[in-house]
Protein backbone atom coordinates (compact mmCIF):
# COMPACT_ATOMS: atom_id res chain seq x y z
CA UNK A 1 0.00 0.00 0.00
CA UNK A 2 2.52 2.22 0.74
CA UNK A 3 4.41 1.57 -2.27
CA UNK A 4 1.45 3.14 -4.32
CA UNK A 5 1.42 6.37 -2.19
CA UNK A 6 4.05 8.48 -3.87
CA UNK A 7 2.52 7.18 -7.70
CA UNK A 8 -0.92 8.18 -6.46
CA UNK A 9 0.08 11.83 -4.82
CA UNK A 10 2.13 13.19 -7.83
CA UNK A 11 -1.15 13.17 -10.48
CA UNK A 12 -2.79 14.90 -8.16
CA UNK A 13 -0.71 17.87 -7.40
CA UNK A 14 -0.55 17.74 -10.94
CA UNK A 15 -4.31 17.96 -11.77
CA UNK A 16 -4.91 20.92 -8.94
CA UNK A 17 -2.13 22.92 -10.46
CA UNK A 18 -3.50 22.67 -13.70
CA UNK A 19 -7.27 23.17 -12.53
CA UNK A 20 -5.82 26.11 -10.80
CA UNK A 21 -3.82 27.50 -13.25
CA UNK A 22 -6.88 27.01 -15.95
CA UNK A 23 -9.33 28.51 -13.13
CA UNK A 24 -6.86 31.71 -13.20
CA UNK A 25 -6.87 31.85 -16.84
CA UNK A 26 -10.74 32.01 -17.02
CA UNK A 27 -11.05 34.79 -14.17
CA UNK A 28 -8.47 36.95 -16.01
CA UNK A 29 -11.25 36.29 -18.89
CA UNK A 30 -14.40 36.75 -17.07
CA UNK A 31 -12.94 40.22 -15.84
CA UNK A 32 -12.16 41.58 -19.00
CA UNK A 33 -15.63 40.76 -20.36
CA UNK A 34 -17.09 42.39 -16.94
CA UNK A 35 -15.01 45.50 -17.85
CA UNK A 36 -16.58 45.25 -21.58
CA UNK A 37 -19.93 45.15 -20.37
CA UNK A 38 -19.28 47.92 -17.86
CA UNK A 39 -18.13 50.01 -20.47
CA UNK A 40 -20.43 49.12 -22.64
CA UNK A 41 -23.51 50.03 -20.28
CA UNK A 42 -24.04 54.09 -20.47
CA UNK A 43 -24.35 54.03 -23.84
CA UNK A 44 -25.18 50.38 -25.23
CA UNK A 45 -28.40 49.66 -24.18
CA UNK A 46 -30.05 51.59 -26.82
CA UNK A 47 -27.59 50.82 -30.08
CA UNK A 48 -29.10 48.41 -32.59
CA UNK A 49 -29.46 44.85 -31.94
CA UNK A 50 -27.63 42.09 -33.24
CA UNK A 51 -29.32 38.58 -33.55
CA UNK A 52 -32.82 40.39 -31.31
CA UNK A 53 -30.57 41.66 -28.70
CA UNK A 54 -28.25 44.45 -27.65
CA UNK A 55 -24.40 43.98 -27.84
CA UNK A 56 -24.34 44.48 -23.51
CA UNK A 57 -26.56 41.37 -23.53
CA UNK A 58 -24.27 39.22 -25.66
CA UNK A 59 -21.49 40.49 -23.73
CA UNK A 60 -23.61 39.95 -20.38
CA UNK A 61 -23.92 36.31 -21.52
CA UNK A 62 -20.49 35.59 -22.04
CA UNK A 63 -19.11 37.06 -19.16
CA UNK A 64 -21.74 34.47 -17.42
CA UNK A 65 -20.65 31.56 -19.79
CA UNK A 66 -16.88 32.19 -18.66
CA UNK A 67 -17.67 32.86 -15.06
CA UNK A 68 -19.54 29.63 -14.74
CA UNK A 69 -16.87 27.94 -16.42
CA UNK A 70 -14.13 29.13 -13.72
CA UNK A 71 -16.78 28.25 -11.13
CA UNK A 72 -16.63 24.90 -12.36
CA UNK A 73 -13.16 24.34 -12.50
CA UNK A 74 -11.98 25.52 -9.64
CA UNK A 75 -15.17 24.84 -7.54
CA UNK A 76 -14.92 27.60 -5.30
CA UNK A 77 -17.55 30.30 -4.68
CA UNK A 78 -17.34 33.83 -2.58
CA UNK A 79 -19.64 33.88 0.71
CA UNK A 80 -21.96 36.50 0.09
CA UNK A 81 -22.00 39.81 1.93
CA UNK A 82 -25.16 40.93 4.28
CA UNK A 83 -25.74 43.60 1.55
CA UNK A 84 -26.03 40.83 -1.34
CA UNK A 85 -29.64 39.30 1.20
CA UNK A 86 -31.10 42.42 1.17
CA UNK A 87 -30.73 42.22 -2.78
CA UNK A 88 -32.36 39.15 -2.89
CA UNK A 89 -35.26 39.70 -0.38
CA UNK A 90 -36.10 43.08 -2.87
CA UNK A 91 -36.24 40.49 -5.66
CA UNK A 92 -37.97 37.81 -4.04
CA UNK A 93 -40.55 39.71 -2.74
CA UNK A 94 -40.90 41.20 -6.13
CA UNK A 95 -41.37 37.49 -7.65
CA UNK A 96 -43.80 36.67 -4.81
CA UNK A 97 -45.78 39.70 -6.03
CA UNK A 98 -46.33 37.54 -9.63
CA UNK A 99 -49.31 35.88 -6.87
CA UNK A 100 -51.56 39.68 -6.32
CA UNK A 101 -50.38 41.49 -9.11
CA UNK A 102 -52.96 43.37 -11.40
CA UNK A 103 -50.57 42.49 -14.89
CA UNK A 104 -49.14 39.20 -14.72
CA UNK A 105 -46.73 39.89 -17.99
CA UNK A 106 -45.55 42.85 -16.52
CA UNK A 107 -44.86 41.83 -13.40
CA UNK A 108 -42.89 38.22 -15.27
CA UNK A 109 -41.02 40.53 -17.29
CA UNK A 110 -39.71 43.16 -14.28
CA UNK A 111 -38.83 39.64 -12.49
CA UNK A 112 -36.59 38.59 -15.46
CA UNK A 113 -34.81 41.98 -15.63
CA UNK A 114 -34.28 41.42 -11.81
CA UNK A 115 -32.60 38.16 -11.91
CA UNK A 116 -30.18 39.65 -14.79
CA UNK A 117 -29.36 42.30 -13.01
CA UNK A 118 -28.36 39.91 -10.19
CA UNK A 119 -26.20 37.90 -12.36
CA UNK A 120 -24.17 41.30 -13.15
CA UNK A 121 -23.91 41.95 -8.85
CA UNK A 122 -23.11 38.29 -8.61
CA UNK A 123 -20.51 38.88 -11.56
CA UNK A 124 -18.90 41.63 -10.17
CA UNK A 125 -18.94 39.77 -6.20
CA UNK A 126 -17.28 37.29 -7.56
CA UNK A 127 -14.27 38.79 -10.17
CA UNK A 128 -14.05 41.93 -7.86
CA UNK A 129 -12.27 40.62 -5.20
CA UNK A 130 -9.54 43.26 -4.87
CA UNK A 131 -9.63 47.17 -4.94
CA UNK A 132 -7.83 47.60 -8.13
CA UNK A 133 -10.06 45.36 -10.06
CA UNK A 134 -13.32 47.52 -8.44
CA UNK A 135 -11.16 50.59 -9.73
CA UNK A 136 -10.95 49.10 -13.24
CA UNK A 137 -15.06 48.80 -13.09
CA UNK A 138 -15.23 52.84 -12.05
CA UNK A 139 -12.66 53.45 -15.17
CA UNK A 140 -14.46 51.50 -17.80
CA UNK A 141 -17.61 52.74 -16.64
CA UNK A 142 -16.60 56.30 -16.77
CA UNK A 143 -14.68 55.69 -20.27
CA UNK A 144 -18.11 54.23 -21.28
CA UNK A 145 -19.62 57.67 -20.25
CA UNK A 146 -17.10 59.36 -22.23
CA UNK A 147 -18.62 57.84 -25.52
CA UNK A 148 -22.40 58.89 -24.58
CA UNK A 149 -20.98 62.29 -24.05
CA UNK A 150 -19.09 62.58 -26.91
CA UNK A 151 -21.94 60.68 -29.13
CA UNK A 152 -24.15 63.37 -27.85
CA UNK A 153 -22.15 66.27 -28.23
CA UNK A 154 -21.23 65.05 -32.28
CA UNK A 155 -25.03 64.78 -32.87
CA UNK A 156 -25.76 68.76 -31.65
CA UNK A 157 -22.95 69.30 -33.62
CA UNK A 158 -24.60 67.21 -36.87
CA UNK A 159 -28.31 68.99 -35.84
CA UNK A 160 -29.54 65.43 -35.02
CA UNK A 161 -32.07 65.57 -32.10
CA UNK A 162 -33.27 63.01 -29.45
CA UNK A 163 -36.81 63.22 -30.81
CA UNK A 164 -35.59 62.88 -34.94
CA UNK A 165 -33.64 59.54 -33.65
CA UNK A 166 -36.84 58.23 -31.79
CA UNK A 167 -38.92 58.59 -34.56
CA UNK A 168 -37.05 56.71 -36.82
CA UNK A 169 -38.76 53.84 -34.55
CA UNK A 170 -41.21 52.17 -35.97
CA UNK A 171 -44.84 53.17 -34.16
CA UNK A 172 -43.39 55.88 -32.26
CA UNK A 173 -45.07 58.91 -31.73
CA UNK A 174 -42.93 61.56 -30.48
CA UNK A 175 -42.84 65.73 -30.52
CA UNK A 176 -39.93 67.77 -32.29
CA UNK A 177 -37.85 69.21 -29.02
CA UNK A 178 -34.29 70.64 -29.28
CA UNK A 179 -32.96 68.34 -26.88
CA UNK A 180 -30.36 66.21 -27.92
CA UNK A 181 -29.10 62.49 -26.60
CA UNK A 182 -27.10 59.53 -27.93
CA UNK A 183 -28.61 56.85 -29.96
CA UNK A 184 -31.82 55.62 -28.94
CA UNK A 185 -31.37 56.72 -24.92
CA UNK A 186 -34.08 58.83 -23.18
CA UNK A 187 -32.14 62.50 -22.56
CA UNK A 188 -33.60 62.02 -19.14
CA UNK A 189 -32.16 58.57 -18.27
CA UNK A 190 -28.73 59.75 -19.93
CA UNK A 191 -28.33 63.13 -17.76
CA UNK A 192 -28.42 60.43 -14.89
CA UNK A 193 -26.17 58.30 -16.49
CA UNK A 194 -23.59 61.20 -16.91
CA UNK A 195 -24.19 62.49 -13.85
CA UNK A 196 -23.10 59.41 -11.93
CA UNK A 197 -20.03 59.51 -13.58
CA UNK A 198 -18.75 62.37 -12.39
CA UNK A 199 -17.93 61.23 -8.76
CA UNK A 200 -16.21 58.20 -9.87
CA UNK A 201 -14.05 61.01 -12.14
CA UNK A 202 -12.73 63.06 -9.07
CA UNK A 203 -12.25 59.80 -7.90
CA UNK A 204 -9.97 58.51 -10.33
CA UNK A 205 -7.87 61.60 -10.65
CA UNK A 206 -7.08 61.34 -7.12
CA UNK A 207 -6.34 57.53 -6.72
CA UNK A 208 -5.49 56.37 -10.52
CA UNK A 209 -1.91 57.05 -11.57
CA UNK A 210 -1.22 57.57 -15.79
CA UNK A 211 -1.21 60.43 -17.94
CA UNK A 212 -3.70 58.88 -20.37
CA UNK A 213 -6.25 58.09 -17.45
CA UNK A 214 -6.50 61.47 -16.01
CA UNK A 215 -6.51 62.93 -19.24
CA UNK A 216 -9.82 60.55 -20.15
CA UNK A 217 -11.28 61.58 -17.17
CA UNK A 218 -10.78 65.57 -17.53
CA UNK A 219 -12.28 65.00 -21.13
CA UNK A 220 -15.63 63.18 -19.69
CA UNK A 221 -15.90 66.05 -16.99
CA UNK A 222 -15.74 68.79 -19.48
CA UNK A 223 -17.94 66.89 -21.83
CA UNK A 224 -20.00 64.66 -19.03
CA UNK A 225 -21.42 68.32 -17.97
CA UNK A 226 -21.84 69.82 -21.69
CA UNK A 227 -24.03 66.90 -22.53
CA UNK A 228 -26.25 67.24 -19.72
CA UNK A 229 -27.13 70.65 -20.38
CA UNK A 230 -27.97 69.76 -23.91
CA UNK A 231 -30.26 66.92 -22.73
CA UNK A 232 -32.10 69.50 -21.47
CA UNK A 233 -32.77 67.33 -18.30
CA UNK A 234 -33.84 68.88 -15.57
CA UNK A 235 -33.37 66.26 -12.92
CA UNK A 236 -30.15 65.24 -14.70
CA UNK A 237 -28.72 69.11 -13.73
CA UNK A 238 -29.88 68.68 -10.63
CA UNK A 239 -28.06 65.22 -10.17
CA UNK A 240 -25.17 66.76 -11.30
CA UNK A 241 -24.92 69.74 -9.12
CA UNK A 242 -25.28 66.96 -6.19
CA UNK A 243 -22.69 64.88 -7.89
CA UNK A 244 -20.13 68.25 -7.84
CA UNK A 245 -19.94 67.84 -3.96
CA UNK A 246 -17.22 65.51 -4.59
CA UNK A 247 -14.84 68.27 -5.89
CA UNK A 248 -14.42 70.09 -2.59
CA UNK A 249 -14.17 66.95 -0.97
CA UNK A 250 -11.14 65.52 -2.85
CA UNK A 251 -9.85 68.84 -5.03
CA UNK A 252 -7.08 69.46 -1.58
CA UNK A 253 -5.39 66.09 -2.76
CA UNK A 254 -5.10 66.89 -6.29
CA UNK A 255 -1.69 68.08 -7.65
CA UNK A 256 -1.46 71.49 -7.80
CA UNK A 257 -1.53 71.62 -11.68
CA UNK A 258 -4.44 69.96 -11.53
CA UNK A 259 -6.21 72.26 -9.27
CA UNK A 260 -5.47 75.22 -11.87
CA UNK A 261 -6.41 73.00 -14.61
CA UNK A 262 -9.83 72.20 -12.95
CA UNK A 263 -10.55 76.17 -12.37
CA UNK A 264 -9.56 76.87 -15.94
CA UNK A 265 -11.41 73.83 -17.31
CA UNK A 266 -14.56 75.19 -14.93
CA UNK A 267 -14.10 78.67 -16.26
CA UNK A 268 -13.75 77.31 -19.86
CA UNK A 269 -16.57 75.09 -19.64
CA UNK A 270 -19.29 78.05 -18.39
CA UNK A 271 -18.10 80.20 -21.10
CA UNK A 272 -18.67 77.74 -23.99
CA UNK A 273 -22.09 76.45 -22.07
CA UNK A 274 -23.17 79.87 -22.45
CA UNK A 275 -22.20 80.10 -25.78
CA UNK A 276 -22.70 76.92 -27.03
CA UNK A 277 -26.00 75.01 -25.71
CA UNK A 278 -28.89 76.24 -27.98
CA UNK A 279 -31.43 78.64 -26.18
CA UNK A 280 -34.48 76.07 -25.70
CA UNK A 281 -32.47 73.86 -23.72
CA UNK A 282 -31.30 76.68 -21.70
CA UNK A 283 -35.18 77.67 -21.44
CA UNK A 284 -36.39 74.07 -20.37
CA UNK A 285 -34.00 74.11 -17.81
CA UNK A 286 -34.59 77.58 -16.26
CA UNK A 287 -38.21 76.83 -16.26
CA UNK A 288 -37.59 74.16 -13.13
CA UNK A 289 -38.41 76.26 -10.17
CA UNK A 290 -41.41 77.41 -12.27
CA UNK A 291 -42.38 74.00 -12.29
CA UNK A 292 -41.60 72.90 -9.00
CA UNK A 293 -43.99 75.76 -7.30
CA UNK A 294 -46.87 75.91 -9.43
CA UNK A 295 -46.18 73.38 -12.58
CA UNK A 296 -46.90 69.62 -13.08
CA UNK A 297 -43.19 68.63 -14.07
CA UNK A 298 -43.78 67.25 -17.16
CA UNK A 299 -47.22 65.75 -15.52
CA UNK A 300 -45.24 63.78 -13.09
CA UNK A 301 -47.16 64.95 -10.16
CA UNK A 302 -49.93 64.04 -11.82
CA UNK A 303 -48.68 60.40 -12.15
CA UNK A 304 -47.65 60.40 -8.63
CA UNK A 305 -51.06 61.41 -7.27
CA UNK A 306 -52.48 58.79 -9.07
CA UNK A 307 -50.11 56.03 -7.73
CA UNK A 308 -50.83 57.45 -4.40
CA UNK A 309 -54.63 56.61 -4.89
CA UNK A 310 -53.65 52.73 -6.12
CA UNK A 311 -51.26 52.87 -3.06
CA UNK A 312 -54.35 53.19 -1.15
CA UNK A 313 -56.59 50.19 -2.04
CA UNK A 314 -53.19 48.03 -2.10
CA UNK A 315 -50.78 49.51 1.07
CA UNK A 316 -49.23 46.35 2.22
CA UNK A 317 -48.62 43.60 -0.48
CA UNK A 318 -48.70 46.20 -3.39
CA UNK A 319 -50.12 46.09 -6.96
CA UNK A 320 -47.11 43.76 -8.55
CA UNK A 321 -43.89 44.49 -9.53
CA UNK A 322 -43.65 46.56 -12.63
CA UNK A 323 -47.45 46.72 -13.00
CA UNK A 324 -47.98 50.57 -11.86
CA UNK A 325 -48.70 51.56 -15.32
CA UNK A 326 -51.89 49.57 -15.43
CA UNK A 327 -52.93 50.84 -11.93
CA UNK A 328 -53.25 54.05 -12.71
CA UNK A 329 -55.06 53.68 -15.91
CA UNK A 330 -58.38 54.51 -13.98
CA UNK A 331 -57.15 57.89 -13.35
CA UNK A 332 -54.78 58.80 -16.45
CA UNK A 333 -55.23 57.66 -19.86
CA UNK A 334 -52.12 56.22 -20.44
CA UNK A 335 -50.30 53.48 -18.37
CA UNK A 336 -46.83 55.95 -17.74
CA UNK A 337 -44.25 54.81 -14.78
CA UNK A 338 -44.24 56.28 -11.99
CA UNK A 339 -41.26 58.50 -12.81
CA UNK A 340 -40.14 58.69 -8.96
CA UNK A 341 -37.75 55.12 -8.02
CA UNK A 342 -39.38 55.20 -4.19
CA UNK A 343 -42.78 56.08 -4.73
CA UNK A 344 -42.90 53.05 -7.43
CA UNK A 345 -41.35 50.62 -5.31
CA UNK A 346 -43.78 51.90 -2.83
CA UNK A 347 -46.83 51.47 -4.93
CA UNK A 348 -45.56 48.03 -6.35
CA UNK A 349 -44.24 46.26 -3.99
CA UNK A 350 -46.14 47.72 -0.45
CA UNK A 351 -44.78 48.66 2.54
CA UNK A 352 -42.79 45.59 2.32
CA UNK A 353 -40.70 46.19 -0.46
CA UNK A 354 -40.31 49.98 0.23
CA UNK A 355 -39.00 48.87 3.73
CA UNK A 356 -36.52 46.14 1.97
CA UNK A 357 -35.37 48.71 -0.41
CA UNK A 358 -34.26 51.42 2.23
CA UNK A 359 -32.99 48.77 4.44
CA UNK A 360 -30.82 47.86 1.42
CA UNK A 361 -30.03 51.61 0.96
CA UNK A 362 -29.33 52.27 4.67
CA UNK A 363 -27.27 49.07 4.77
CA UNK A 364 -25.14 50.65 1.77
CA UNK A 365 -24.82 54.05 3.09
CA UNK A 366 -23.31 52.42 6.47
CA UNK A 367 -20.80 50.23 4.55
CA UNK A 368 -19.30 53.25 3.07
CA UNK A 369 -19.43 55.01 6.31
CA UNK A 370 -16.94 52.70 7.95
CA UNK A 371 -14.54 53.01 5.02
CA UNK A 372 -11.36 54.87 4.32
CA UNK A 373 -12.05 58.99 3.40
CA UNK A 374 -11.68 58.86 -0.14
CA UNK A 375 -13.60 55.73 -0.45
CA UNK A 376 -16.35 57.13 2.06
CA UNK A 377 -16.83 60.36 -0.21
CA UNK A 378 -16.97 58.08 -3.66
CA UNK A 379 -20.38 56.42 -2.28
CA UNK A 380 -21.70 58.97 -0.25
CA UNK A 381 -21.99 61.45 -3.08
CA UNK A 382 -22.82 58.45 -5.26
CA UNK A 383 -25.48 57.47 -3.23
CA UNK A 384 -26.37 61.12 -3.04
CA UNK A 385 -26.26 61.50 -6.80
CA UNK A 386 -28.64 58.41 -7.58
CA UNK A 387 -31.17 59.52 -4.65
CA UNK A 388 -31.52 63.22 -6.60
CA UNK A 389 -31.47 61.60 -9.89
CA UNK A 390 -34.33 58.25 -9.35
CA UNK A 391 -36.54 60.91 -7.16
CA UNK A 392 -38.21 61.80 -11.03
CA UNK A 393 -36.93 58.32 -12.76
CA UNK A 394 -38.32 54.66 -12.33
CA UNK A 395 -35.06 53.06 -11.91
CA UNK A 396 -35.52 50.57 -9.71
CA UNK A 397 -34.37 47.71 -12.15
CA UNK A 398 -32.32 49.51 -14.37
CA UNK A 399 -28.77 48.15 -14.62
CA UNK A 400 -26.63 51.53 -13.25
CA UNK A 401 -28.63 51.14 -10.46
CA UNK A 402 -27.83 48.00 -9.42
CA UNK A 403 -24.00 48.50 -10.99
CA UNK A 404 -23.81 50.30 -7.98
CA UNK A 405 -25.17 48.49 -5.39
CA UNK A 406 -23.03 45.61 -6.56
CA UNK A 407 -19.63 47.67 -6.48
CA UNK A 408 -20.62 49.36 -3.35
CA UNK A 409 -20.78 46.33 -2.04
CA UNK A 410 -17.44 44.58 -3.30
CA UNK A 411 -15.66 47.85 -2.87
CA UNK A 412 -16.26 47.88 0.79
CA UNK A 413 -14.98 43.86 1.05
CA UNK A 414 -12.07 44.89 -1.06
CA UNK A 415 -10.94 47.94 1.04
CA UNK A 416 -10.89 45.23 4.02
CA UNK A 417 -9.28 42.80 1.96
CA UNK A 418 -6.59 45.44 1.67
CA UNK A 419 -6.36 46.20 5.77
CA UNK A 420 -3.85 44.13 7.90
CA UNK A 421 -5.24 40.90 9.29
CA UNK A 422 -4.54 39.04 12.30
CA UNK A 423 -1.93 36.82 11.95
CA UNK A 424 -2.13 33.78 14.90
CA UNK A 425 1.52 32.68 15.95
CA UNK A 426 1.97 29.50 18.10
CA UNK A 427 5.29 30.17 19.92
CA UNK A 428 8.44 28.00 19.32
CA UNK A 429 9.10 25.43 21.53
CA UNK A 430 12.86 24.27 22.41
CA UNK A 431 13.04 22.06 19.69
CA UNK A 432 11.41 24.34 16.88
CA UNK A 433 14.21 27.12 17.19
CA UNK A 434 16.04 26.82 14.44
CA UNK A 435 11.94 26.60 12.29
CA UNK A 436 10.77 29.42 10.24
CA UNK A 437 7.86 30.99 11.52
CA UNK A 438 4.41 29.64 10.37
CA UNK A 439 1.77 32.51 10.14
CA UNK A 440 -1.88 31.60 8.80
CA UNK A 441 -3.20 34.23 6.94
CA UNK A 442 -6.86 34.34 6.24
CA UNK A 443 -8.16 32.73 2.86
CA UNK A 444 -9.21 34.44 -0.11
CA UNK A 445 -11.94 32.07 -1.01
CA UNK A 446 -14.22 31.06 1.73
Known sequence: MTAHVPVTAQPLGLASSSS??????????AYVVLCAFVFDLPWGEYV???GGLVLGTWIG????????MRTAVTRRCRILSPLHYWMLSLVAWSALSIFWTLDWDSTVIRVGTYLQVLAMVWLIWELAVTEGRVVGLLQAYVFGALVASTGTIYNFMTGVTAAQLASTIPGRVVWETYRYSFAYFNEDDLGLVLALSIPMVFYLLVSRKGSLVKLLCWLQLVAGVAAILLTGSRGGLVAAIASLAMLPLTVFRL?????????????????????????????????FAQEVSGGTLTHRTEIWVAGLEAFRDHAFLGVGA???????????DIAYPAHNTFLSV????????ALLLFALLASVLCSALQGRYLERCLWITLLLTWTVGVSALTWEYRKPTWLLFGLATAHACARRRD?????????????DEARPEHKFPIPEWL
Open 48 to 50: PQL
Open 61 to 68: LLAVGVMA
Open 20 to 29: AGIGSALDRI
Open 255 to 287: PRWQRVFSLTASVCLSACSLYLVPRSSWARILQ
Open 419 to 431: EPVVVYERQPRPT
Open 346 to 353: LVELGVVG
Open 322 to 332: GAYGPAVLRVV
